[in-house]
């Protein structure tokens, strides 16, 4: 069974206030669960499949920024992760600005 849309949880890094480069973090497929289905009400079906598609997502989260991280849990949960892609793209912490945990949705 196919997904009608997935849930991407991203890293956002940003360098002098320009998005420099993201870090996948997760992956989820997911189904709208709609009350009915289309065959019993034609006329409502859009109307509904349109409210569930506005949903918001999760609100971004500030994980770094004054070259501190937020808490000690995000620290502990994603220093080694974020020190490797600097390592890739020959940058080092005083570079970054900021880093945002951001969800997007992906429609199929």
């Known amino acids: 069974m196919g997904y009608d849309y997935y849930i ?3 890293l956002h890094i940003y360098c002098n206030d320009q998005d420099l480069f993201q ?3 997760e992956r989820q497929g997911c ?5 009915y289905k289309k ?3 034609h006329d409502n079906y859009g109307d509904v499949l349109a409210a569930y598609k506005k949903q918001a ?3 971004p989260m500030t994980i770094y920024t004054n070259h501190r991280f937020s808490n000690l ?3 502990t949960k994603y220093r080694t992760l974020i020190e490797y892609a600097l390592h890739q793209y020959d940058k ?3 570079d970054i600005t900021c880093v945002m945990k951001v969800e997007e949705r992906l429609e199929t």
């Open 57 to 59: 997502p999760m609100s």
């Open 73 to 75: 849990n995000l620290e």
């Open 8 to 10: 991407l949880k991203v």
């Open 23 to 25: 870090i996948e973090l």
């Open 31 to 35: 189904n709208y669960r709609l009350p």
């Open 39 to 41: 065959a019993d009400h």
């Open 92 to 94: 080092s912490w005083r």
